[in-house]
């Protein structure tokens, strides 16, 4: 039995067929797990996602000569760090709109121009809080043990 699959393609199971099933299966009675999602559908596997794991895959062969896997190039990290690059773009791009020029912003009036707003970028829509933290929203699954997976 498979209880939920992994973001990168993987599964995890209780189930290995030796004398710990069980313990596990009754310590997954304590979990519950918190799995992001895109309300237009699994953020990992978007249209745009796709597009965006084939652009990396081409400039990594390109510019270091590895044929990089898309599990490998579906980071958290590597997408957290695409996102914020854009965002920068985007709050350079309304900070000029709104009279900058001629000399550098500060990254607090950077910082202004991402507060409170909804961007369209090309992970998807973002949401940026007044904080400054992304909204992001969560399923929430807990283990039946009577079957043997999670489930919302």
């Not at 854009?86 to 550098?104: C, D, F, K, T």
């Amino acid at each position: 039995m498979t209880p939920f699959p992994g973001a990168y393609g993987e599964t995890f199971t209780w189930q290995i067929l030796d004398h710990e099933d069980q313990f596990v299966r009754s310590a997954y009675r304590a979990v519950i797990l918190m799995v992001l999602c895109d309300a237009t559908g699994p953020a990992y596997d978007s249209p745009v996602m796709r597009s965006l794991v084939k652009k990396w895959q081409e400039h990594t062969l390109d510019k270091y000569n590895i044929t990089a896997s898309r599990k490998n190039l579906i980071l958290p990290s590597l997408i957290a760090g695409h996102t914020a690059v854009e965002l920068m773009a985007e709050a350079v791009n309304s900070s000029e709109s709104l009279g900058w020029s001629g000399r550098q912003p500060s990254g607090k009036h950077l910082a202004e121009h991402l507060l409170h707003r909804k961007f369209d970028l090309q992970i998807g829509p973002v949401h940026m809080l007044a904080g400054g933290l992304i909204e992001n929203h969560v399923i929430a699954s807990s283990f039946n043990f009577s079957l043997g997976l999670f489930q919302v």
